[in-house]
């Protein structure tokens, strides 16, 4: 199978900004890493190829990390890619951590800052999802009570007669209305 190289073919844009900028996070963050293990494996005498020294060193990557997430993390979610971009934000920081530790790196900023990014993109996107379930529920609860027929009676009772034609009658507990 041959794939078709001589038109370049250009993706459509999805213009969700906050989304890519959650993202351009997590890349710095991960290009971070790699600078990381690019300078260990250079000090103990690998050879890389010009194209991967060309690269920023660990200062500005780092620089360009905390830049994109004092401008992301902190702006409400208004998509649910962007609910989705701050979740594996989130996740980016635990595996990013987790690597830290098994090479005995620290990460782009402190320990501390990485708890609050976390806290603060869950945070938000809880805050979104349950804005999105609320809708939801409300939604299924106009559509069941519009299947309803339902009365109030002069003694304080409701009578509710189902589509399917049964009735009851409800009454408040403590009797009277």
């Known amino acids: 199978m ?8 250009e993706l459509p844009a999805h213009d969700d900004h906050h989304a ?9 963050r991960m290009f971070c890493r790699f600078l990381g293990f690019r300078g260990t494996a ?6 890389f190829p010009a194209e991967y020294m060309a690269c920023a060193n660990e200062i500005g990557a780092a620089e360009l990390y905390e830049r994109a997430v004092d401008e992301w993390v902190w702006q409400p ?5 962007a609910t989705k971009a701050l979740i594996e934000f989130a ?5 990013d951590k987790l690597l830290a530790e098994i090479a005995g790196q620290g990460g782009p900023v402190y320990e501390e800052m990485d708890a609050l990014h976390q806290v603060i993109a869950l945070s938000a996107a809880s805050r979104w999802l349950t ?17 309803l027929r339902v ?15 049964t009735r009851g009658v409800y009454r408040r507990e403590g009797g009277g209305a």
């Open 20 to 28: 890519a900028g959650l993202y351009q996070a997590m890349a710095a």
């Open 151 to 165: 009365r109030r009676r002069r003694d304080g009772s409701v009578e509710i007669e189902q589509p399917d034609g």
């Open 131 to 147: 804005g999105l379930a609320n809708a939801e529920y409300f939604a299924q609860d106009k559509a069941a009570e519009s299947m």
């Open 91 to 95: 996740g980016c920081i635990s595996a």
């Open 42 to 47: 250079v000090w103990y005498g690998a050879e």
């Open 2 to 9: 041959t794939i078709d190289t001589s038109e370049k073919k």
């Open 77 to 81: 979610p208004s998509s649910a890619t």
